[in-house]
């Protein structure tokens, strides 16, 4: 399982697992739970760099929101695939 603290948002941290570049598992801390349980169930099961791609960029408070910070949250894993001597 992977860890992100959010930046700006309601939801305080993102806890998710990939497996073959595909979301298999999401979870919020904090936030407004209706919401983010909807953000899991759409986005489960699909290719990250999908999620990414539609996914960055919605705002909502401080210039981001937590469908913008689950996005950071899939680059910021990525680039640790990328360069696991980093980590």
């Given at each position: 399982?992977?860890s992100?603290?959010t930046?700006?948002?309601?939801?305080r941290?993102?806890?998710?697992?990939?497996k073959?570049n595909?979301?298999?598992?999401l979870?919020?801390?904090?936030?407004?739970?209706?919401?983010l349980q909807?953000?899991?169930?759409l986005?489960?099961?699909?290719?990250i760099?999908?999620i990414?791609?539609?996914?960055k960029?919605?705002?909502?408070?401080?210039?981001?929101s937590?469908?913008?910070?689950?996005?950071?949250?899939?680059?910021?894993y990525?680039?640790?695939?990328?360069?696991?001597e980093?980590?």
């Amino acid at each position: 399982m992977e860890s992100y603290r959010t930046k700006g948002t309601c939801s305080r941290q993102i806890i998710f697992d990939v497996k073959d570049n595909k979301l298999t598992e999401l979870k919020f801390i904090n936030g407004c739970s209706g919401n983010l349980q909807a953000i899991a169930k759409l986005t489960l099961g699909k290719d990250i760099d999908e999620i990414i791609n539609v996914l960055k960029g919605i705002k909502c408070r401080e210039n981001t929101s937590c469908p913008d910070q689950l996005a950071h949250a899939l680059m910021e894993y990525k680039e640790r695939q990328l360069n696991p001597e980093e980590k």
